[in-house]
């Protein structure tokens, strides 16, 4: 097949989102498919909307191809652009904007629901996904459910080593924590930090990843500051794959409580290093972490919780040992990028009418 991948930004961004399109364009290639990449402007939310008049945008999208996926988050520049295209449209959603706790998302639904309504297919990448498209009117048929593998590091992690690490915590060691995302109002740092001053147990927080909004973070900082967290916080920044992984193999426990997900594919990759995590019932982390088992979920916004399951954490190593085990053992069962690639191949094909893609089954996620 002939696919075209259109996208806001360059397929090299580091994010979850974009490390999906590009495994996913990968995985196509490595099957024979040609791919073109159709690279985007970053557009705010009212500049995104005005691109659908510009003639220039449709010339852009105007490729040579049998089916063309678009990632979802370019959805302003192409709700109304859509329909003039001469190819059927395949749409990536990590998650929906609508699904987030904003001030705006009435609009946001609206221009999602008519986006959704001009696309052919819908690949999803977890059934809470799926779910959210269905409610703003998608045929749950013209959708699948491909999960990203979580692979990015694939330590080589065994039982004796989460064992030891879990048994440090009875020594004087105090329960190291990694958060690990975009620093945004929605990966919920704010109720995390809030959480350590809440705990009874000493908590060490390591906060790595970019900041996305400058007013967010100045609010964390002020937080700490106002908490007496500042020998307990450390802002980390946006690290290297090799120095992410130092982290998160010194780290007794993943917390990412965000106000939503579509996935959280950050769960997954904390669970490779035997990882529990703490993550937010809000969206599809359910789908990835078992509270009790490979986790804590909690409710969103609510510190109290985080607090709780820090302290339970840090007050039974033996339990934090099960549940790294666990969560090992759900990361290790996780469909991986081939089963996803072949899901997303066969409604490609469905789509664009071609015979060439493999049969694969469609077993829901892994849990």
């Not at 996935?263 to 019932?281: C, H, T």
């Not at 088992?293 to 399951?309: F, I, K, N, S, Y």
């Amino acid at each position: 097949m002939r696919v075209g991948l259109a996208l806001y930004g360059s397929l090299d961004e580091r994010s979850g989102g974009f490390r999906y399109d590009r495994k996913l364009v990968e995985g196509l290639r490595a099957a024979g498919d040609a791919v073109e990449i159709v690279e985007l402007p970053w557009r705010s939310y009212p500049r995104g909307l005005l691109d659908n008049a510009s003639p220039a945008l449709r010339d852009r999208l105007r490729v040579d191809v049998d089916v063309m996926l678009q990632d979802e988050l370019a959805h302003p520049s192409l709700v109304l652009a859509n329909r003039d295209l001469p190819y059927p449209v395949v749409s990536v959603v990590h998650h929906l904007r609508a699904s987030e706790p904003r001030r705006l998302s009435p609009l946001y639904r609206a221009v999602e629901r008519r986006y959704l309504a001009t696309v052919d297919g819908v690949v999803c990448n977890s059934a809470a996904t799926r779910d959210a498209v269905a409610e703003l009117g998608v045929d749950p048929e013209a959708t699948v459910v491909a999960p990203p593998a979580g692979d990015r590091f694939d330590p080589a992690v065994d039982d004796a080593a989460i064992a030891a690490r879990a048994a440090a915590l009875g020594e004087s060691d105090p329960l190291r924590v990694a958060f690990v995302g975009n620093v945004g109002p929605r990966k919920g740092l704010d109720t995390l930090v809030e959480g350590v001053a809440l705990a009874d147990a000493a908590v060490d927080l390591t906060v790595v990843g970019r900041a996305v909004d400058e007013s967010h973070v100045a609010d964390v900082e002020r937080l700490v500051r106002e908490r007496g967290l500042g020998d307990r916080v450390r802002f980390a920044g946006r690290l290297s794959d090799a120095a992410l992984a130092d982290v998160l193999r010194e780290s007794h426990v993943l917390a990412v409580p965000s106000r939503y997900e579509g996935f959280g594919i950050v769960y997954l990759e904390g669970m490779s290093f035997g990882l529990p995590a703490i993550a937010s019932r809000a969206g599809g982390a359910a789908e990835t972490v078992t509270d009790g088992e490979t986790g804590a979920l909690v409710d969103p916004d609510d510190p109290a919780a985080v607090a709780r399951a820090l302290d339970g954490f840090a007050a039974d190593p033996d339990r934090l040992a099960e549940m790294g085990r666990a969560a090992r053992r759900r990361y290790e069962r996780h469909p991986d990028w081939a089963e996803s690639t072949a899901r997303v191949r066969r409604l490609l094909a469905e789509v664009a009418g071609a015979d060439d893609a493999p049969h694969a089954p469609d077993p829901e996620v892994a849990t």
